[in-house]
C-alpha cells in the first residue's frame, strides 16, 4: 500500500499505528557517512511530502547519530575521546554503539584502501572501515543507502584508487563487499538510488523500525520500489519512443533514447512515484535515465549522454552477461532484451522509419 499511494498519503492514513509500533520497538538510528557527495542525506531532508520533520515525528524516527549533522565536537587525548558524550560526539557514538540495539544506516562507500587499512576515508583520525564494523557488529539491522552504499557506486568507479565497497556488495558481487572483507554476517536492506529517494527510505525504515519484514530482490533492494517495471515501462516519454520520435539534444520534446537513456534497463518506481513532491523526474526534466539504481552502476552505463551503437559488448562484458549481473537470474530473459535493445539495436518502428528513408532516397525523394 505504501508503495502505491506515496509515503505522505500513507504516512496520514497510518500514521498512528506505525508510531505505536516503532515507538515499541525502542531502536535508534545511527547514522554514519562514507565516501561520497551526501546526497542521499540531502534528498532525505528534502522529502517534501510529508515535510521531513513531520514524516520523523509522525512514525517516532530517532536519529540518535549522524555525522553530518550534528556538531562533531570534543577532542581525543592518547588516542581516547575525552570529557562526556554531552560534548564529545565520538563518545556519544562510541556509547550508543556499546549499548547496541539500534538501526544502522550507512551513506557513501566504505574505502579498503590503501592497502586494507581503510585511511583513505576518517572520522577522528578513525578508519569508517573499523567505525564500520564496531557499529555493524552491534546493529539489529542494516540499511545501505544509496548506490555507493549499496554497491560501491561512483565512490568505486573504473579508475578509482580508493578500492571503496559497498556494505555487502562490491557491484554485483556479494562476495567483495566490505563485510565480505571483514568476514561478518549481517542481514542488509540495499535502497539505492544516487540519491535515494526519500520515500523509498523513509517507508523502509518504518517497516525495519516497526518490525516487519522487508521483501527485496536478488540484490537485496525493496522489492516494492524496484524490479516490478523499468523506467522505460511507465516513462513519460514513453509513447514518443514507439512512434520513434528521438531528441538529439538535451531538454527536447521528445524521447531521450538516443541520448543515451538508460531506462529499458533500470527498474525502479520514479516514473510513477516522481520526485521533489512528486513532480518530476530526470526525463520529464530532460535528462537521460542513467540507471543508477542498478548494481553495476555507473561503469557498464556510460556514457551517460551516447548511445552504444553496433557493439555486442558493454563496458567489455557480452550482452547476456551483463544482462544477468545487472538485473540478476530472475528478470534476466528481460534483461537479456533489454540490454540488447540498448547497445546492439533500436525499436521496430525506428528500423522502419530508417528503411522508409532510404527507399524515398532510391525514388528521388518522393
Known amino acids: 500500500m505504501a508503495a502505491t499511494v506515496g509515503a505522505g498519503a500513507f504516512l496520514a492514513a497510518n500514521s498512528p499505528a506505525i508510531a505505536a509500533a ?23 531532508l528534502n522529502g517534501g511530502y510529508p515535510d521531513i520533520l513531520a514524516a520523523i515525528d509522525s ?19 592518547d588516542g581516547v575521546p575525552s570529557n562526556t558524550s554531552a560534548y564529545n560526539a565520538v563518545k556519544k ?6 549499548s547496541g540495539g539500534y538501526v544502522l544506516v550507512v551513506e557513501g562507500a566504505i574505502p579498503n584502501g590503501p592497502d586494507g587499512t ?51 556488495y562490491f557491484g554485483a558481487s556479494r562476495f567483495k563487499g566490505i563485510m565480505s572483507e571483514l568476514n561478518m554476517r549481517k542481514k542488509v536492506i540495499n535502497v539505492a538510488g544516487c540519491p535515494s529517494h526519500p520515500d523509498w527510505f523513509i517507508l523502509t525504515l518504518a517497516d525495519v523500525l516497526s518490525g516487519n519484514e522487508v521483501d527485496v530482490d536478488d540484490y537485496r533492494r525493496p522489492l516494492a520500489f524496484f524490479l516490478k517495471n523499468t523506467i522505460h515501462d511507465t516513462c513519460p516519454w514513453r509513447g514518443y519512443y514507439d512512434a520513434g520520435q528521438r531528441n538529439g539534444v538535451l531538454a527536447g520534446d521528445a524521447c531521450l533514447y538516443d541520448m543515451g537513456c538508460k531506462g529499458t534497463v533500470a527498474f525502479a518506481d520514479c516514473p510513477v512515484r516522481m520526485w521533489n513532491g512528486g513532480v518530476n523526474m530526470c526525463t520529464r526534466a530532460g535528462g537521460p535515465c542513467v540507471a543508477c539504481v ?34 540478476g537470474a530472475t528478470v534476466a530473459g ?33
Open 93 to 98: 557514538r562510541d556509547e550508543m554503539i556499546d
Open 22 to 44: 516503532v515507538a515499541d520497538s525502542g531502536k535508534k538510528i545511527i547514522w554514519l557517512q562514507g565516501a561520497g557527495c551526501g546526497g542521499c542525506t540531502t534528498s532525505f
Open 334 to 366: 528481460v534483461g537479456v532484451h533489454g540490454i540488447k535493445r540498448l547497445a546492439i539495436g533500436d525499436n521496430e518502428r525506428h528500423n522502419y522509419d530508417d528503411d522508409r528513408e532510404s527507399r524515398k532516397r532510391k525514388q528521388g525523394g518522393k
Open 118 to 168: 581503510g585511511m583513505y576515508c576518517t572520522t577522528g583520525n578513525q578508519p569508517l572501515k573499523e567505525i564500520f564494523s564496531e557499529a555493524a557488529e552491534k546493529a539489529d539491522m542494516i540499511i545501505a543507502l544509496g548506490t555507493c552504499a549499496a554497491f560501491g557506486g561512483i565512490s568505486a568507479a573504473d579508475g578509482s584508487v580508493t578500492d571503496a565497497r559497498g556494505v555487502a
Open 294 to 327: 542498478e548494481a553495476e552502476f555507473p561503469d557498464v552505463f556510460m556514457p551517460f549522454f551516447g548511445r552504444i551503437e553496433d557493439r555486442s559488448v558493454i563496458a567489455g562484458v557480452d550482452v547476456n552477461l551483463a544482462a544477468k549481473l545487472i538485473l
Open 59 to 77: 512514525i517516532s524516527i530517532d536519529l540518535a547519530y549522524h555525522n553530518g549533522l550534528m556538531s562533531q565536537q570534543g577532542i581525543t587525548i
